[in-house]
């Protein structure tokens, strides 16, 4: 039974998903606060962290900084805050995914049930290879002309869901569903954010493709550059 801890420091909000995702099945803790939950999550060592960003001691980012420099658990931000910055900060410093509020509890199961699928050990993975890249999606390693390169998780997740296609295009929409579990409303910005930062990482640009182009109008392909 996934061991859930919840940072959140609205008492009200707290009490409903703890009390929703006890019903779910899910073993759930909680802490008001940041630093009481940076204590929890190390003593309790939880499957996944629900952690908000506005928080009365320490910001919800620092906390997930702090839990970084000595934890892999997976996090989920669930915040208020749905600006650009604060979205890419969170993600920046690692978070596996991010909620908006106000959110149903079942939209916040759903994204817990793919982040502990994703992060578990799933069936065995192979390498995945298209062109000089090579992902491999158990050890979540990513090289480029035998040189690694350094992803976010959730840059990594976008990358290996294209290479698993490799050579076909795929969809925003589908892309929002599969790798971020969004298929309502999310935004395609978040896949262009993504997709312009993994560009980078890979040392090409939207004008300047490489492994990644843009079919305008229907969606992203990676395939090896051509030799053109
Ligand atoms: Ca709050």
Known sequence: MPHLLI??????IRARLLKALRDLGHVVD??????????RALAARPDLVVLDLGLPDVDGSQVLAMLRAVSEVPVIIASARDDDPSLVRALDSGADDYLVKPFTTAQLDARIRAVLRRSGAGPEQSLLVVGGLEIDPRGRRTTLEGREIELTPKEFDLLAYLAERAG?????????????????GGSDKTVDVHLSWLRRKLGESATEPG??????????????????
């Open 7 to 12: 940072i959140e420091d609205d008492d009200e």
């Open 168 to 184: 076909e295009v795929v969809t925003k929409k589908e892309l929002l569903t599969e790798v971020w579990q969004q298929p309502w």
């Open 211 to 228: 492994y990644l182009t843009t079919v305008r109008g229907v969606g992203i392909r990676l395939s090896a550059p051509s030799a053109s």
């Open 30 to 39: 909680t802490a008001p606060a940041g630093l009481p939950g940076l204590e």
